[in-house]
């Protein structure tokens, strides 16, 4: 295996705004990188440009010191030594699970004892093995996902391409996968590249998250840096469900902003002045007997705490959570532990 790497990549349909532009981006050899964005931003045409179904307009790919991919050549998909996970799990109903797992080797010409032992230690990896005789029909919605992802690693993948593989699953069949998932990649140790829309998906799989919008990278980093530390006010508004706040700005180039920090600027009026832009997390927002005036917009309970919609007296708003209920209408008081200066 080797480092995957993007060169300024462009993908450009015709249409008058490309897709994918001027993206450059590394995922470390055996890293797992979720592919962050809403839909439409170009994720998946990255996606398939690294798998070889389409061709960069500018830029180049390259895995270690092979170049797979520039405006003027690309390898075949086939050549490439990469897998791919569908949200259709793309399995073939006549055959049984362990001819679903092994029809890669057949392709490759593979047959034998050797054969057999891929497809065994692919099944025993996704945790499958008794499961080899079935047929796809009498699989759940998870043991489908992870026959798709068994066939994956039979071939000793470089990399693995997965896109928006739970889409199709329920909340809690979700969860369950994200586990099996996270496991596939610490027993496997393949590259694994992992679109979504879902930020909760990014953050709970990924060792990396890099956030796209419109076709351009914004950011790359650690699901815990991308959250404590986002870069503007798209990063911020796509990931976790923080509220972005007008306010003074702050003397000096400090972004980690306390409560001493934020009283003196955060109640001024939106065209007061030079503005900055400051990304408070619900969690950071205390109500108590001190702090700012705050009212009651709306109230979401959640099962473990009430989430809140807070409108300060400029009219900006904040989230907040509660352990107690609390009314609309109600008035409150809040202080703000943290924020971080967009």
Same mark, same amino acid.
């Given at each position: 295996?080797?480092?995957?790497?993007?060169?300024?990549?462009?993908?450009?349909?015709?249409?008058?705004?490309?897709?994918?532009?001027?993206?450059?981006?590394?995922?470390?050899?055996?890293?797992?990188?979720?592919?962050?964005?809403?839909?439409?931003?170009?994720?998946?045409?990255?996606?398939?440009?690294?798998?070889?179904?389409?061709?960069?307009?500018?830029?180049?790919?390259?895995?270690?010191?092979?170049?797979?991919?520039?405006?003027?050549?690309?390898?075949?998909?086939?050549?490439?030594?990469?897998?791919?996970?569908?949200?259709?799990?793309?399995?073939?109903?006549?055959?049984?699970?362990?001819?679903?797992?092994?029809?890669?080797?057949?392709?490759?010409?593979?047959?034998?004892?050797?054969?057999?032992?891929?497809?065994?230690?692919?099944?025993?990896?996704?945790?499958?093995?008794?499961?080899?005789?079935?047929?796809?029909?009498?699989?759940? =919605?998870? /043991?489908?996902?992870?026959?798709?992802? +068994?066939?994956? %690693? &039979?071939?000793?993948? #470089? !990399? @693995? *391409?997965?896109? $928006?593989?739970?889409?199709?699953?329920?909340?809690?069949?979700?969860?369950?996968?994200?586990?099996?998932?996270?496991?596939?990649?610490?027993?496997?140790?393949?590259?694994?590249?992992?679109?979504?829309?879902?930020?909760?998906?990014?953050?709970?799989?990924?060792?990396?998250?890099?956030?796209?919008?419109?076709?351009?990278?914004?950011?790359?980093?650690?699901?815990?840096?991308?959250?404590?530390?986002?870069?503007?006010?798209?990063?911020?508004?796509?990931?976790?469900?923080?509220?972005?706040?007008?306010?003074?700005?702050?003397?000096?180039?400090?972004?980690?902003?306390?409560?001493?920090?934020?009283?003196?600027?955060? =109640?001024? /009026?939106?065209?007061?002045?030079?503005? +900055?832009?400051? %990304? &408070?997390?619900?969690? #950071? !927002? @205390? *109500?108590?007997? $001190?702090?700012?005036?705050?009212?009651?917009?709306?109230?979401?309970?959640?099962?473990?705490?009430?989430?809140?919609?807070?409108?300060?007296?400029?009219?900006?708003?904040?989230?907040?959570?509660?352990?107690?209920?609390?009314?609309?209408?109600?008035?409150?008081?809040?202080?703000?532990?943290?924020?971080?200066?967009?």
């Amino acid at each position: 295996m080797a480092k995957l790497i993007l060169n300024h990549v462009s993908k450009d349909f015709g249409t008058g705004k490309p897709a994918v532009s001027a993206l450059s981006l590394e995922v470390r050899e055996g890293g797992f990188l979720a592919l962050l964005g809403p839909s439409g931003c170009g994720k998946t045409t990255v996606l398939r440009m690294i798998a070889g179904f389409e061709t960069p307009t500018d830029g180049s790919i390259h895995l270690g010191e092979r170049l797979l991919a520039d405006a003027s050549q690309s390898l075949p998909p086939e050549r490439r030594n990469m897998a791919m996970v569908f949200q259709s799990y793309a399995l073939w109903p006549h055959m049984n699970v362990a001819d679903n797992v092994g029809y890669p080797l057949k392709v490759r010409g593979i047959g034998g004892e050797a054969y057999r032992r891929k497809v065994r230690d692919a099944l025993s990896t996704v945790r499958l093995a008794d499961y080899a005789e079935r047929r796809p029909a009498d699989l759940s =919605g998870g /043991q489908r996902q992870r026959v798709a992802l +068994a066939r994956c %690693l &039979v071939t000793s993948p #470089d !990399v @693995v *391409l997965l896109d $928006e593989p739970l889409a199709n699953l329920d909340r809690h069949l979700k969860q369950e996968m994200e586990e099996t998932f996270r496991e596939f990649h610490q027993r496997s140790g393949a590259t694994m590249i992992y679109v979504t829309h879902d930020q909760s998906e990014a953050m709970a799989l990924a060792t990396d998250v890099a956030v796209m919008s419109e076709g351009r990278l914004l950011q790359a980093a650690p699901p815990a840096e991308i959250y404590a530390r986002p870069e503007g006010r798209i990063v911020g508004g796509l990931v976790g469900r923080g509220a972005i706040l007008t306010v003074q700005s702050p003397i000096g180039d400090k972004r980690d902003l306390d409560w001493n920090a934020l009283q003196t600027i955060i =109640g001024s /009026q939106p065209g007061e002045g030079p503005q +900055a832009d400051v %990304l &408070v997390r619900p969690e #950071d !927002v @205390v *109500l108590g007997a $001190e702090g700012m005036p705050a009212t009651v917009e709306s109230v979401l309970y959640e099962g473990e705490r009430y989430a809140l919609k807070l409108t300060l007296e400029n009219g900006q708003s904040l989230r907040a959570f509660s352990r107690m209920p609390v009314l609309p209408g109600e008035a409150l008081k809040v202080t703000i532990r943290a924020a971080w200066r967009l």
